[in-house]
């Protein structure tokens, strides 16, 4: 029965179990962590052969390279191959760079502001903007505030964005230079952008005429279930849009091998790739090229990769399970939360009673459960109705995944009934 | 006998000799590069070691974190303790990055040009100039020109740069937000900066307060002799005299293990590095610790790195030595040309004759020896007076070595007897 529904005896009786439920959490001493889209010691253990390669005498590539001197800016060709047929985008067009596609956005968008795209005015010297389909990735939207663009926050729904508002507020507005796009089991909802919405990103009118998608396919190969759906060629569609320029790509191996020792990728147009490198060839020589070869001779080719991302999904699905039966079990019933149940990705979404995000997260740290802070997923990080929560459930053992679960299901039923009784 | 004091039957004989060793030389069909400060094949395999490591059952660092994972923006203690031993800075202001210490220099540039140097204006926003001592490092001035700097050119003489001339522009512009120093060794002439010129360059008032001394000691620890300076303390005078902030130093062990596979290092005061790690921390999660553990291992402590570098030193000081030998034997006679004989670093300046620089080049080139193009050592490429030339010695064997050095020498000849024939 929702608990809008309850009367005022039940409202109270449950109000008396829940404090008593609290306490004992509270008693139990737990240190539990859900903040971070992490993968856990066993996912990382898969690509352990990863610590001995390429080996002692492998110090070239396969056209002869000397992996470890300078050069090659664009990384390494048999690297850049298995994840050009994983992306479906043409290897010409994808450069492998170091462990961090975040840096690769952060370099990408600076080369924006100090040189502007291709000709254009830096972006530096105006005012910019940024569109962010919310919730969204925290990092994206920290970065982007870093480097001076105004957030603006338009809806994310787990079928896509509000692609409406962003049409309008594009085609009105020449400071709006960008928007973040995870298109791919977004984080933290899992949308998935279809092609016919990616159609009309690529193809709507801007009035900035260098308005950039920021498309970050983090997710591009981490399914969760037996649909694993093809990458959307965005490239290609913005070609046949004639706005081949418009779309910047990025991915990376954090969520495939090691996740602070991996490899990333950034893509476009030829015209694009050749403005990112000529100035990237600013910045330094060259990536690392036997961290390239190493993922090379461990992943092998796209079906490996495939391969690998099954394993994964074998270690992390049940964690996904668990959250969503212990949410189902303990919360389902009251009418007080809902949440997402994605395809793939690395979170899950938990929206509570509006206004009580904040105080299930500052309960479930004193109960000793770390959660991201309420509005993470927000930019500034403020939700403004503060009902929004993210669950990263890779990372803890999955009795830790539960523990930590039931519990925040306690308080968010606990934040729920409070203040219904205080009206 | 000096070449001006030949008589002019003498002066006729000469070059008919040499325009006969140019064309034996053409004739001889070489393929010879000194192009490029690289480290050889042979220097390389000496830390072949790090291809292997850190092995397949190490998973994380001293203080148990596992290096696979995400986070540590500092970068590996280990890594950072061995380099802090060898600059002379408290390890707690050195942080270790990923493999280019040219990327170090572009994002620390990057973030006092978008927000600024702890408070102050974003140097992006105004005309911003930075002064090149000359000859000097092309990357540095390709970079600094990149970001929108302009380039102003200061003499370096093998005994330090033109201090007076310095003290004078800083004091008086305060456009001028920045000098590069290479103070060890420095690329190309072998400077290196005493303690008395460090502590005028970190103690003179500037016009500008956030005026900066970007210290990029790629060449610490790469003796040519048995003379192994330490590194001046440019951080302790820098706080001595009551500037802290003045200074962001770089270093890299490109040319200590591998070229394109190493670790960078960034450091300043206390306030300047956690500046640098607070737009960082928008930029990355974290550099690449399983390079930094591999690193570590390898190395083991600063004497391990010093042990390395004499290593290094017996493969590349006959490299520099025939240098210098043929220079001497087939130019030293003919007062045509000076040239530096370094201490330690990877060149050799080559002064020819004034206005023949470019001809020399362009010489060597058709008979099949590469040189840096004349002018790359100065601001924008152009050398005023045509005369610089820069050699790296380190990557080809030694007899390539030999071989084309012999070419260039004829070149330099040729040129200067066919201008001094035109008049």
New interface residues.
Partial sequence: MSLAELSPADLSALAEELTTSYAELKDAGLKLDLT?G??S?EQ??L?????????????TDGSGT???????LEGLPEIRQIFADLLGIPVAQLIAA???S??VM??SL?FA???GRAGGT?W??RPHKILCPTPGYD?HF??AE???FELISVDLSADGPDLETIKRLVAEDEAIKAIWVVPTYANPNGAVYSEAVTRELVSMPTAADDFTVLWDNAYAVHHLTDDELAPVDVLGLAAEAGNPDRVFVYAST?KIT????GVSFFGGSPATVAWYLK?LS??????????HLRHALYLKDADGVRALMRRHRAIIAPKFDAVERILGDRLGSYGVATWTQPHGGYFVTLDVVENTATEVVRLAKEAGIALTPAGSSHPYGKDPQDRTIRIAPTFPPLDQVTAAIDGVATCVLLAAVTKLLRG
Same sequence: chains 1, 2.
Avoid: C, M, V, W
């Fill in positions: 971070r992490k993968p010691a990382l253990d690509s352990n052969e990863l610590l001995s390669l390429p080996g002692a005498d492998r110090t000397d992996i470890r001197n300078y050069g090659g170091d462990n961090s975040l840096s952060h370099d600076a502001l100090l040189h830096p530096a010297t990092r920290q970065l870093d480097l001076g954090s090691f996740a602070g020792a100035h600013k910045r330094t020589i060259g990536p690392d090229k036997t961290n």
